[in-house]
């Protein structure tokens, strides 16, 4: 049986592929003083959900991403390292920590396994290495689980029902914060929450938009 989200708790979405949920991650110590819950999910269903186009999928943008990537990691002193393709398929890594109900030091490790070393989860070898070193040995079969398949479905589809469009994505006081350069955005909201119900918030909020079909 699958569990739902509790939208009342403060929640982090994220997604091994993404670089920038890795930068993100690094800076917890940064983080406003909440538990957040730790929560996996599937990008690619939520680009296909909203009908998004992955940036990736951009030559030019590609690039940038990477170059931005990389820049923001070393402006902000964290180790960094590609994996050997990128998008690389991170189901694996996904199943693991949604089986293992994973912690910040679980997820933590899996993406330094990724983007700091810059390992393929995705292959058999790699993953069975990365298995044991988060301590869970018998994880290639674990992830096989019907249950752990289910429950990384149910987290995304209960990520969408919330809104949430891509990773990394804090929710927090029912308000969704994107990207990892949105973290100055969530303390300064955390510490005056009442910025969002200001006049000028609630009117950009429901600007409509100047084009047709839009």
């Not at 983080?31 to 009908?51: A, K, S």
Request: net charge negative; hydrophobic share 40%.
């Amino acid at each position: 049986m699958t569990v739902g989200i509790d939208a009342r708790q403060p929640l982090w979405f994220y997604d091994f592929v993404s670089p920038f949920t890795y930068l993100l991650l690094e800076q917890h110590d940064k983080w406003p003083g909440f538990d957040f819950v730790f929560t996996p999910i599937v990008l690619n269903d939520l680009y296909r959900h909203w009908g998004q186009l992955p940036a990736y999928s951009v030559p030019a943008k590609r690039i940038f991403m990477y170059r931005h990537a990389l820049f923001r990691a070393e402006q902000l002193g964290i180790p960094y390292k590609m994996p050997p393709a990128h998008p690389f398929d991170s189901t694996k890594p996904l199943l693991l920590a949604t089986a293992a109900n994973g912690d910040i030091a679980f997820v933590r490790e899996i993406f330094r396994f990724i983007w700091r070393e810059g390992r393929d989860p995705s292959s058999d070898e790699a993953f069975a290495e990365l298995c044991e070193r988060v301590g869970v040995p018998d994880g290639p079969e674990l992830i096989k689980s019907e249950e752990v398949k289910a429950q990384l479905q149910r987290n995304t589809a209960d990520a969408i029902g919330l809104g949430v469009y891509g990773v990394p994505t804090f929710r927090l006081n029912e308000q969704l914060f994107w990207g990892e350069d949105a973290l100055p955005m969530v303390l300064y909201c955390a510490r005056t929450p009442n910025w969002l119900d200001s006049a000028e918030v609630k009117r950009i909020s429901l600007l409509p938009s100047g084009l047709p079909n839009n």
